[in-house]
């Protein structure tokens, strides 16, 4: 089964399940490549990376009672704040830290909730995922340098709105992240 064709407010929760249900190694690899997305890239990277220390204990928080895929938010959007739950990263309390965590949690689908939480315990055995299949997928993903960044991204200065120039990075489609987390 691919997960490629399946309806937009899939979760990436069952991404990883369909990959980690593969029935070869090169199946699971090919599945991470078909999905692709800077969130996956980036959960990969939290859970793998050596260098990456989470810091923040997982709060108490309410699951969301959505259907899958229906939630408020997704992981999609919120992986862009996995930064701020890194050792070193932010000058954000630890409580703070924890009650922005809490707020992530609650409003992504349960099952992201609790992928969340594997990559701050970095274990995806639940979804069977391991460290080969992922540098298979993506050889520069966890070999990274932090401020590595390859030929194939562009830097675009977007129009002044402010006062100052605001940079976004794109990526073309065969680049390579420059670390996901922002480390």
């Known amino acids: ?26 199946q699971a690899v090919d599945l991470l490549k078909e999905n692709d997305t800077p969130a ?5 990277q939290g859970v793998f990376d050596k260098n990456i220390i989470f810091n923040t204990k997982i709060p108490s928080y309410r699951v969301t009672p959505a259907a899958p895929g229906c939630a ?3 992981l ?3 992986y862009r704040r996995f930064y701020i739950f890194v050792e070193g990263s932010s000058n954000v ?22 992928l969340v939480e594997q990559m701050l315990k970095k274990d995806l055995s639940p ?20 401020h590595e960044t390859t030929s194939d991204v562009t830097t675009a200065v977007l129009p002044n709105t402010r006062g100052h120039s605001p940079r ?3 990526y073309n489609e065969a680049s390579t992240f420059p670390n996901i987390l922002g480390i």
């Open 168 to 170: 976004k990075t794109i």
């Open 72 to 74: 408020t938010n997704s």
């Open 127 to 146: 979804y069977k995922m391991t460290r080969d299949v992922v540098v298979a997928a993506f050889p520069s993903l966890l070999g990274a340098s932090p």
């Open 1 to 26: 089964m691919k997960v490629k064709n399946m309806p937009r407010n899939h979760v990436l929760s069952e991404i990883l399940t369909t990959v980690g249900n593969a029935d070869h190694f090169q």
């Open 93 to 114: 309390s630890l409580r703070r830290r924890e009650a922005l965590l809490a707020q992530v949690l609650e409003s992504i689908d349960a099952e992201d909730a609790i």
């Open 76 to 78: 999609f959007s919120e």
């Open 40 to 44: 996956l890239r980036a959960v990969l």
